[in-house]
């Protein structure tokens, strides 16, 4: 077999690689623990794709974004909570000296106070193999770069969906410098457990 016929089998099996993107009922679910109890959220519209190789069985490599206006709860003022959190620049906004949420907890479209980081972004730093790994992930949130080692299993996918990804993990607030301000003399822990229930298609 001379070069040209081995680049021809290597671009045939490299070509295979299929790139995947989330499907609509994907989504994470939070956990957040407080004075009175536990907060339960959820996010969907989950972006973003992932590079599977069907030769190996592996993911090799991903990318994937969450919008924090797409972060709901049965509560609108918690949900404007969390995105005062997650989404203010703290070095220009009254927050958190000051809930800067209106009486339609909603926050301003324009000027100091207005979102500045819109969207969590999580990128694989591990090849994913079937079944369960431990996978190094980069997170940005709140502007803040940091990596994490967190569980992520990974199996076939039916009925049309050709990959799920599943994780549960915690994460520390203050690692990403986020505050959340005490409402009256409810305030939340550092800790907040996070899972994940992704399929791709």
């Known amino acids: 077999m001379n070069?040209?016929?081995?680049?021809?089998?290597?671009?045939?099996?490299?070509?295979?690689?299929?790139?995947?993107?989330?499907?609509?009922?994907?989504?994470?679910?939070?956990e957040i623990d407080y004075t009175l109890g536990e907060h339960l959220l959820e996010a969907k519209g989950i972006s973003g794709k992932v590079e599977w190789d069907p030769t190996t069985s592996e993911i090799k490599s991903g990318e994937l974004k969450m919008a924090i206006a797409n972060i709901k709860s049965q509560k609108s003022e918690l949900e404007c909570h969390m995105r005062e959190s997650l989404g203010l620049d703290y070095l220009i906004s009254n927050f958190p000296k000051d809930h800067v949420c209106n009486d339609e907890n909603k926050l301003p479209t324009a000027g100091p106070n207005s979102i500045k980081y819109p969207e969590i972004s999580a990128t694989l730093l591990s090849v994913l193999k079937v079944g369960e790994n431990e996978a190094k992930v980069q997170w940005i949130i709140h502007g803040k770069k940091s990596t994490l080692t967190m569980p992520i299993t990974v199996t076939k996918g039916k009925e049309g969906e050709v990959l799920k990804m599943n994780s549960k993990w915690n994460m520390k607030l203050s690692d990403f410098n986020i505050i959340v301000k005490k409402f009256l003399f409810i305030g939340v822990k550092d800790d907040v457990e996070l899972k994940l229930d992704a399929s791709f298609q």
């Open 3 to 30: 070069k040209y016929s081995l680049y021809l089998l290597f671009f045939s099996f490299s070509s295979l690689a299929a790139i995947m993107s989330p499907s609509e009922k994907s989504h994470v679910s939070i």
